[in-house]
């Protein structure tokens, strides 16, 4: 199975980071009789002082080259995957799309019904490449914006009910999706390192929101279980 992370800022992480990318594949690694490889376009993450996406300082020492591959990017959202999803899951012949979207698709370009309408074009396009692909989708988490900005948490909140809704629409027998639910317990305060991005914490229960859906829904991998 070829699996491909396609996120925002939250998925790319930046220097210094091990990433939810990291966690998932030290969790795909461990589970019996999965065999897999992780692939993507890209492999950097993003340099703060750059300013650009160009640092391979992981914070993991152990995470291979070949599995750092991703599809994500710092301010990047639905609006900006959904014309490359196509081409991307040709070319790295991807059986399954781990996407976490949206957050900043509402804070800075559309509102939710746009997003919505991008997030089902993106699904359209990448069974175009592979009318086989799996997908699991993760709701939007609030950031810390939403506990000050009234019209921007409603906007999450519509927009993670239009998501569900084009799920259920959308899955089909032969490209099934899943809507990965919100990790249980995430709290932005203790799990992220402003408000927003992952710390390590944070990291384990964006890929246990992922591990859970395809264990529980597919049998894919095992429940799971957080690793140093």
């Known amino acids: 199975m070829r699996f491909m992370f396609v996120g925002d800022s939250m998925t790319i992480g930046r220097a210094g980071d091990f990433t939810w990318r990291y966690r998932m594949w030290q969790h795909l690694a461990s589970a019996p009789g999965t065999p897999f490889s992780i692939v993507g376009p890209r492999s950097e993450l993003y340099d703060t002082g750059a300013d650009t996406p160009v640092s391979h300082a992981y914070g993991a020492p152990d995470f291979p080259a070949d ?35 949206g957050l900043i698709d509402l804070g800075f370009y559309t509102d939710s019904g746009q997003t919505a309408r991008n997030a089902r074009a993106f699904i359209t396009a990448a069974r175009t490449a592979n009318p086989h692909v799996k997908m699991v989708l993760l ?41 990965a639910s919100r990790p249980p317990g995430y709290d932005i305060h203790r799990d992220t390192y402003d408000g927003t ?12 929101a992922f591990a859970d859906a395809m264990h529980q829904a597919w049998g894919l991998g095992g429940p799971y279980t957080p690793r140093p």
Do not use: Q, Y
């Open 67 to 101: 599995a750092r591959a991703h599809l994500a990017g710092w301010g990047e959202g639905w609006l900006h995957m959904a014309p490359l999803i196509a081409g991307t899951v040709a070319e790295h012949r991807t059986d399954i799309l781990l996407v976490s979207l």
């Open 139 to 179: 709701p939007v988490i609030p950031n810390i914006r939403a506990e000050s900005d009234a019209p921007f948490a409603a906007e999450c909140d519509r927009f993670n009910e239009l998501l569900a809704k084009a799920v259920a629409d959308l899955d089909a027998p032969m490209s099934p999706i899943l809507l």
């Open 197 to 208: 991005h992952p710390g390590p914490t944070g990291e384990h229960k964006l890929a246990a």
